[in-house]
């Protein structure tokens, strides 16, 4: 049975003695976007170089649709490259810079030439840079620059991009709205894509599944709701932002189960995110748990307090809009179940 | 950053060369530093010259060729006879010299000129750079057969022969009997065997186109050149080249045994052991190049200059020329070397040119030089 | 990881209400500086370059008073004039041409890759650079002679052996000024390209190749001047047959003292220079696009002979292995050379010994100065010429590294960075003889400098600076002017702004730039010569005067001696190597 799509089977990358990438099997689906995250030297991105043809694998294979491409040089495999800062041409403007990889770039026949304009047009047209061929890309603002480069990774029509980084360069407000656009164009285009990325909103806006990755291995691979309910082990948790860890079975974490709601068992651990409690406005429950404030800060108006729990230790939990509190009082906070994750008490048990 | 976390194993070395690094360009800064302090060529010379300058009066400064050289010692036997300390300005070689002087009239570079040789002696002698005067010297009976024009403006000091020079060995390996004359040269048994330096280039080279002017007469030399150049004649930059690079006796063994030198040259092939040279002078081959003296027009200080022209003259000098410069001495009752006398003899009839001549036609003849052999 | 030598618009732009005012009107100290910074490399410049080129010049146009412009008519109508200025184009042309086809596989080599002994071959092949023509002269006929190691191919005498000595001796410039900047090259450029379906050749030609450019102009333009300034080894190799500009200048000046027309070629020359640096200026400022450059650890790979296990063929190891194979070739014919001088010196007579080498203690019976004094005065005048050399060169490089808002004020930065390399391609006769000519009593002074020691290393340094602002320069443009920024909203003033950032960041490619004014210096003999005084010769002179004595054991002393240069050279230049921190590049 042919496989279709991207295989990748225990790929080894070694550095000298260091070992980047240590045995990762990943496949990816025609038309799916798989987002590799992990922090920085974790391997991703040298995964994402070998499966280019640009790192040497010094165990494993990567196949696509059932051929292995590791007897082919990057520049017959196929696969698109994006890099986080464009790499875009500068002696180029826009449209020589997209129009590089198509097939006519330097034939003189006409015909292909027309054919090469109209595609350039029409991917300048889909990165919402229409006109923009003719200018010099040193006049590019950041977010302009990754569009041209994505125009010029899709215009040949891979059958794999890739992308390293794609957005990391650019400012927050910038990168979430390119996120939400560059996950258009793909879908759109229906391109099989593999991201790299540090930044797990990034990864969860683009990808339909996500792999995290840690010392050359991967931890999980699931679609963005699935790991964010279910990371199976608590270094994928604390990866994603959960901030704290209770032992099913200790007191503290009555409340918890009592807001999931189903039976944990003894060995389970729960996982709190930012917000896994709320402050409480309304009457007084003499059962709620309380928090002793030991700071606020406040994130697109809302004020997140750092609180004590017993039991718990820090955790952060939202306030309304503009609440203020002094270091010191002590708060009830109601539990939000759905930034509570139960992580399995062994991995064995999946 | 996602490229340093492609090579983890980095940066710790990465640190540590920077602070090798560091610690090195200290260290340069520190060597530097010590350097400025102790080394300075300004730092350690400006002090003298300023005294030099102040007391123009009590110094004399000659302007040679850079082939120019005494045994050491010799300068300051002069300093302690005449209280007068020499400077010695050397701004270029014997060609040049006369050039610079000319130039340089107005102004000149010191008191006495030396290395003025008989292919440039009139034009420095025309262009005034050189005033008048009879040294009294006991050798200066001697120069007195070499007065250019019948001028006294230029003092002979020394003398050389530009002779054709062959390999002993080379001849000897090769069992063909060594040429002679300048005719012999043009022969077919001698094709591609010599090696002469460029005429426009190098002073033995003019030298050497002189003594087929003088030997062929004013339009005859012309013909000579030609069968020179059709019997494989080579033309090197300098006497260097053609001496330690294509001569096959000098330094660099190379393929030609007959080359363009001086009659002085034979002594120093005798080889390590050995007792006679393995080269020879052509002695019918020679023209003789006389290297004079004379009192810079505009000297600032002209009767030392005069002092030191007699002292050129001396025996103490005319002793030590063969030595250190490889020529004859104009004195004859200097001494020369032991092997000179045997090894080194002068021509007996060299071929001459009247320097007016040369000063007239050198232009003209160097261009048809260039024009038949250069191409 | 990267920076980027123009501004990137991606970053966030340090402006607004919160950026200091610009400093509306500079404070009279900085008026001082900077004029000052113009002024004393421009009167350096003007005072030992300029005027002796326009008095001996000017004494080639004036007749009696008049200015006389015949002499233009006069040469130009000699079909001589027309041979020689095409021979001078044709020479150089074709050497730059071909040392920058052979130093660009050479810079990547030596520049791109790692290897075991790449640090030894980067200073050998400098050594030409920089030894005095006369032992090169000698080195190569000794080789291409008849009957010497490659008398076979029939090279002696002819232009091919003049292009191969001017390649000889400026490989390394192409190799050091581009490899200066392939090394920091971020290569992740080349590899979107391989990504986009190009091939690695393609990837080179259409990116690589292009951000190189400029890189490429600067050394072609540099090596145009030396090959077309080359005299001695014009003149050794080829003889009069191929005389270039330069040669006839010497022949013209020094043999005919026809100084009507030098005056005519050094215009001739001075036109042909400056119309290389004009095109090489253009070409240079192409350089301020941005280009993404990386630390050289992380451009820099090892160079292994098999193909890295799991690369696949076709992935570029070919043409890398090419690239080495031809550097290879190209550092063995380089070699040569070299190993013959050394093989040499070592031969007394029938047997081989150190006795030339013991021989350098004494005056061989030709000099005024044992060799190893001469030596020491070398060493001597070489630091003074680099401390002027870096003094100068210095502040022209600050001054042109600066980029005024106006164009006018573009321009003459720009006109200063030209003028200030145009020493190289005037003729060192022209040189030495306007000394001769204008540095008696210099403005009204009295102090005859012409015969003073102290000319010596001003004129090596007038050479030697134009090394120094090539190498400092790019460091200093590469300084991203928020650094500026940000040292000035921490309170420091414009004067601690130059020291703290610039200096500081420029202090890294000062030990490049010290080595190659060292260098210069060292093996400087064009207008050393006119003015070197015999009781302190320096080295290049000594061989010189030992080479052109009869006798095997001069000879083989000025052999050794020329050895002692060479390896000198060589360690210096090896030492500067080891000073340059990372990422401080030169460009020269």
Known sequence: MVSRGLDVRRAVVRYGPTTAVDGVTLHVAPGEVVALLGPSGCGKSSLLRAVAGLEPLAGGSVAFDGVGVDRIPVHRRGFGLMFQDGQLFAHRDVAGNVAYGLPATGVRRSSSRRADIARVDELLDLVGLAGYGPRPVATLSGGERQRVALARALAPTPRLLLLDEPLSALDRALRERLAVDLRAVLVATGTTAVLVTHDQDEAFAVADRVAVMRAGRLLQVDAPADLWRRPRSREVAEFLGYEAFVAASSRAADPLTAALARDLRDDDVVALAEGAFVVRTGGGDPDAVKGEVRGVTSRRGRSEVRVDVDGIGTVTALAPVGARFDAGTVLPLVVDPDALAVLPGSDVHD | MASTSSHPGRSPRSARTRSARTRMTAAAAAALGLALAGCSAIGTSSASDGDATSTSSGTVTLVAHDSFGLSDGILDDFTKETGLKVEVVQPGDAGTLVNQLVLTKDAPLGDLAYGIDNSFASRAIDEGVVVPYTSSAPAAKDAAQYAVGGSDALTAVDLGDVCINTDHTWFTEHGLAEPSTLDDLTKPEYKDLLVVPNAVTSSPGLAFLLATVGAFGEDGWQDYWTKLKANGLKVADGWTEAYDTDFSGGGGNGPRPIVLSYASSPPFTVPEGGTEPTTGALLDTCFRQVEYAGVLAGAKNPEGAQKLLDFLLSDEVQDDIPGTMYMYPVSSTATLPDDWATWAPLATKPFSVAPDEITTNREAWLADWSEIVIG | ?588
């Open chain 3, 1 to 588: 990881m990267s920076t980027a030598t123009a501004t990137r618009p991606d970053l966030p732009v340090t402006g607004g209400p919160g950026r200091v005012a610009r400093p509306s009107r500079p404070s009279a100290g900085q008026v001082l500086f900077w004029s000052a910074a113009v002024a004393v490399p421009l009167l350096f410049l003007g005072v030992f370059f300029a005027w002796p080129v326009v008095v001996m010049v000017g004494r080639g146009f004036v007749t009696d008073g008049h200015l006389d412009l015949s002499a233009f008519a006069e040469v130009f109508s000699r079909p001589r004039t027309w041979r020689i200025v095409g021979l001078t184009l044709a020479q150089a042309s074709i050497a730059t041409a071909l040392s920058v086809l052979l130093g660009l596989p050479g810079a990547y080599v030596l520049h791109r890759r790692r290897f075991r002994g790449r640090s030894v071959v980067r200073a050998l092949v400098t050594v030409p650079f920089v030894l005095p023509t006369v032992v090169v002269g000698v080195a190569f006929r000794s080789l291409l002679v008849d009957g010497g190691p490659l008398g076979f191919l029939h090279l002696d005498g002819t232009f091919a052996a003049i292009v191969s000595a001017l390649v000889f001796f400026n490989y390394a410039v192409v190799v050091r000024a581009v490899g200066g900047l392939w090394e920091r090259l971020d290569p992740r450029a080349a590899q979107a390209a391989r990504a986009l379906g190009a091939s690695p050749w393609r990837a080179f030609r259409t990116v690589t190749l292009p951000a190189l450019t400029p890189a490429i102009a600067s050394a072609a333009s540099l090596t145009f001047l030396f090959c077309a300034t080359a005299f001695g080894t014009v003149l050794v190799l080829g003889g009069l047959q191929f005389g270039t500009i330069e040669t006839e200048i010497w022949i013209q000046t020094t043999q005919f003292l026809d100084l009507r027309a030098a005056a005519v070629l050094s215009v001739v020359q001075l036109v042909v220079v400056a119309g290389v640096l004009v095109v090489a200026g253009r070409a240079r400022s192409r350089q301020e696009r941005a280009l993404a450059l990386g630390a050289p650890s992380q451009t820099v790979r090892a160079l292994t002979l098999r193909r890295p296990a799991g690369r696949p063929r076709g992935d570029g190891h070919a043409p890398a292995l090419a690239a080495a194979a031809v550097t290879a070739v190209v550092v063995a014919l380089l070699a040569l050379p070299l190993v013959n001088l050394v093989v040499r010196s070592l031969r007394v007579g029938d047997r081989w010994g150190l006795d030339h080498y013991t021989a350098l203690g004494t005056t061989g019976g030709a000099l005024t100065v044992t060799v190893w004094q001469a030596t020491l005065n070398s060493l001597r005048v070489a630091v003074d010429a680099t401390v002027l050399a870096l003094v100068v060169g210095g502040l022209v490089a600050l001054v042109v590294s600066r980029r005024p808002r106006r164009t006018a004020g573009r321009r003459a930065v720009a006109g200063l960075d030209a003028l200030f390399m145009l020493p190289l391609g005037v003729s060192a006769v022209t040189v030495g003889f306007g000394f001769l000519l204008s540095m008696h009593h210099p403005f009204g002074l009295d102090v005859d400098l012409r015969t003073s020691p102290v000319l010596v290393p001003i004129a090596q340094a007038v050479v030697a600076v134009p090394l120094v602002v090539r190498t400092v320069l790019p460091v200093l443009r590469a300084i991203d002017p928020r650094l500026r920024e940000a040292a000035a909203t921490l309170g420091a003033g414009p004067g601690r702004v130059l020291r703290t950032v610039d200096l500081t960041i420029a202090a890294r490619s000062v030990g490049l730039a010290v080595g190659f004014a060292f260098a210069a210096s060292l093996g400087e003999f064009g207008a050393t010569s006119f003015l070197a005084r015999p009781d302190r010769p320096t080295l290049p002179v000594v061989i010189f005067r030992l080479i052109g004595r009869p006798g095997a054991d001069t000879y083989g002393m000025a052999l050794a001696a020329s050895v002692v240069l060479a390896v000198l050279t060589a360690g210096i230049v090896a030492a500067c190597e080891r000073l340059r921190a990372a990422g401080a590049g030169g460009e020269w």
